[in-house]
């Protein structure tokens, strides 16, 4: 065959529009819409548990939507991050609750709910595996932000209108709303709002981004704010404040925000609604001069840590504080780690230790290994400080085991974690 000019061959030039061949296209990931309906609807229990369809025997649509994300992560082939600590200990504590469980039947009686709130509790944990599954590329990592994004500005709303018909000058119990959470307290509400807001804010931060994902970003933020700042959860505002100084002394670029934080300081006193400040006043932990709130917590820990001596090793079980068989007051610790000693003994105790310093080592990682700008970097340093933020609160609730909690965590928790196993980034400049 004759040599083309040059010494090329003739058929090596052609290209394909010439030769008739077509290049195959890029085949898109697939979506997991009912995840993202999932994610939705989660924070919005007024709306789930006021108006959905409960189908009984303590299923109701959000197990069912969970169980359709499930399967649809399943039939799509999804496949969790492989060699994920992590991953791990969250099934090592799902198994040992469950064993837990059990346990707890041998002490106390009229534990037929205990199944129901372990479902629910393992849910909001399993979001975790479900967002991992579903995630194949930057968009789906984008998708699943933007699900959480979504029921924000209603939850404003209905916090806005709560207080509004509650408002007053001056602090008292009354002022407390929880929001969205129908079935759950101000301070779990409010919780879910620390979460949401450091991770935002994060973004927000450390994230290179368009104008337009900044001004959505920054609506998303101000909306959780609101929502904390009108729980009235002393914890919720210790968190909060932790959790942001936390993610701007560990961001490269932190020496930008020294003059505005000074100023930040020094101006929130001032700004703060009277109501606000006062709550802080109520507070104080000196014997003979503490609050009610504050005396009662202290008797409950006493008891669960007595109850911890007698039963070290596995405890009393999952669930069985707050029976009087075991707690004569019938109310919960208000401390997670001092009930898990008294519930699951040592044992139950180095289980939630594991998931919790795994999730702090995966952030730690995720910052130490991905570029500034990124959405990898930005998430894992949202995760630091959600990480923290919900450690504090723990000390003083339970902000682990409720679903609408604990479920938007876990989804930035399987996003940062799966941040390794996508194709590089392409930073924008």
Same mark, same amino acid.
């Given at each position: 065959?004759?040599?083309?000019?040059?010494?090329?061959?003739?058929?090596?030039?052609?290209?394909?529009?010439?030769?008739?061949?077509?290049?195959?296209?890029?085949?898109?990931?697939?979506?997991?819409?009912?995840?993202?309906?999932?994610?939705?609807?989660?924070?919005?229990?007024?709306?789930?548990?006021?108006?959905?369809?409960?189908?009984?025997?303590?299923?109701?649509?959000?197990?069912?939507?969970?169980?359709?994300?499930?399967?649809?992560?399943?039939?799509?082939?999804?496949?969790?991050?492989?060699?994920?600590?992590?991953?791990?200990?969250?099934?090592?504590?799902?198994?040992?609750?469950?064993?837990?469980?059990?346990?707890?039947?041998?002490?106390?009686?009229?534990?037929?709910?205990?199944?129901?709130?372990?479902?629910?509790?393992?849910?909001? !944990?399993?979001?975790?595996?479900?967002?991992?599954?579903?995630?194949?590329?930057?968009?789906?990592?984008?998708?699943?932000?933007?699900?959480?994004?979504?029921?924000?500005?209603?939850?404003?709303?209905?916090?806005?209108?709560?207080?509004?018909?509650?408002?007053?000058?001056?602090?008292?119990?009354?002022?407390?709303?929880?929001?969205?959470?129908?079935?759950?307290?101000?301070?779990?509400?409010?919780?879910?709002?620390?979460?949401?807001?450091?991770?935002?804010?994060?973004?927000?931060?450390?994230?290179?981004?368009?104008?337009?994902?900044?001004?959505?970003?920054?609506?998303?933020?101000?909306?959780?704010?609101?929502?904390?700042?009108?729980?009235?959860?002393?914890?919720?505002?210790?968190?909060?404040?932790?959790?942001?100084?936390?993610?701007?002394?560990?961001?490269?670029?932190?020496?930008?925000?020294?003059?505005?934080?000074?100023?930040?300081?020094?101006?929130?006193?001032?700004?703060?609604?009277?109501?606000?400040?006062?709550?802080?006043?109520?507070?104080?932990?000196?014997?003979?001069?503490?609050?009610?709130?504050?005396?009662?917590?202290?008797?409950?820990?006493?008891?669960?840590?007595?109850?911890?001596?007698?039963?070290?090793?596995?405890?009393?079980?999952?669930?069985?504080?707050?029976?009087?068989?075991?707690?004569?007051?019938?109310?919960?610790?208000?401390?997670?780690?001092?009930?898990?000693?008294?519930?699951?003994?040592?044992?139950?105790?180095?289980? !939630?230790?594991?998931?919790?310093?795994?999730?702090?080592?995966?952030?730690?990682?995720?910052?130490?290994?991905?570029?500034?700008?990124?959405?990898?970097?930005?998430?894992?340093?949202?995760?630091?400080?959600?990480?923290?933020?919900?450690?504090?609160?723990?000390?003083?609730?339970?902000?682990?085991?409720?679903?609408?909690?604990?479920?938007?965590?876990?989804?930035?928790?399987?996003?940062?974690?799966?941040?390794?196993?996508?194709?590089?980034?392409?930073?924008?400049?």
């Amino acid at each position: 065959m004759p040599a083309a000019p040059g010494g090329v061959r003739g058929a090596a030039t052609a290209t394909p529009a010439a030769t008739g061949v077509r290049l195959p296209a890029v085949q898109q990931a697939p979506r997991n819409w009912a995840l993202y309906a999932f994610l939705i609807l989660l924070p919005l229990q007024n709306i789930t548990a006021g108006y959905l369809p409960n189908i009984g025997g303590g299923f109701n649509f959000l197990n069912i939507m969970f169980l359709l994300s499930l399967a649809t992560a399943m039939a799509q082939q999804g496949r969790l991050a492989r060699d994920e600590a992590v991953n791990s200990w969250v099934m090592v504590y799902s198994v040992y609750m469950i064993i837990s469980m059990c346990i707890g039947y041998q002490y106390v009686t009229a534990a037929e709910n205990h199944l129901n709130q372990l479902k629910d509790h393992l849910v909001g !944990l399993f979001v975790l595996y479900v967002v991992q599954m579903s995630v194949r590329d930057w968009k789906g990592v984008r998708l699943v932000v933007l699900a959480t994004l979504v029921p924000l500005p209603y939850i404003a709303k209905v916090v806005w209108v709560q207080h509004f018909s509650v408002a007053r000058t001056h602090y008292t119990d009354d002022l407390r709303i929880s929001g969205t959470f129908a079935l759950l307290g101000a301070n779990e509400f409010a919780a879910f709002c620390v979460t949401v807001t450091i991770v935002l804010f994060s973004l927000l931060l450390a994230c290179r981004l368009s104008r337009r994902w900044r001004m959505v970003l920054a609506g998303g933020v101000a909306c959780m704010v609101l929502g904390v700042l009108y729980a009235y959860s002393r914890t919720a505002y210790v968190s909060l404040i932790v959790g942001l100084v936390a993610v701007i002394l560990v961001w490269r670029g932190r020496w930008k925000l020294i003059l505005p934080l000074v100023l930040a300081a020094a101006l929130l006193p001032a700004i703060l609604p009277a109501s606000v400040v006062e709550r802080f006043d109520s507070t104080t932990v000196e014997e003979g001069q503490r609050d009610e709130s504050t005396e009662l917590r202290i008797e409950y820990w006493k008891v669960a840590w007595a109850n911890f001596l007698r039963h070290p090793v596995t405890g009393t079980g999952y669930h069985t504080f707050h029976h009087r068989e075991i707690n004569p007051y019938g109310k919960d610790t208000h401390n997670l780690y001092i009930r898990t000693l008294s519930e699951g003994g040592v044992i139950g105790a180095v289980v !939630l230790l594991g998931v919790l310093l795994s999730v702090l080592s995966l952030a730690m990682r995720e910052l130490r290994h991905s570029r500034s700008g990124t959405w990898r970097y930005a998430l894992a340093l949202g995760l630091l400080g959600a990480w923290l933020a919900m450690v504090i609160a723990n000390l003083f609730g339970d902000r682990f085991t409720y679903y609408p909690v604990v479920a938007y965590f876990w989804a930035y928790v399987a996003l940062v974690m799966k941040a390794r196993h996508l194709p590089p980034e392409d930073v924008p400049r």
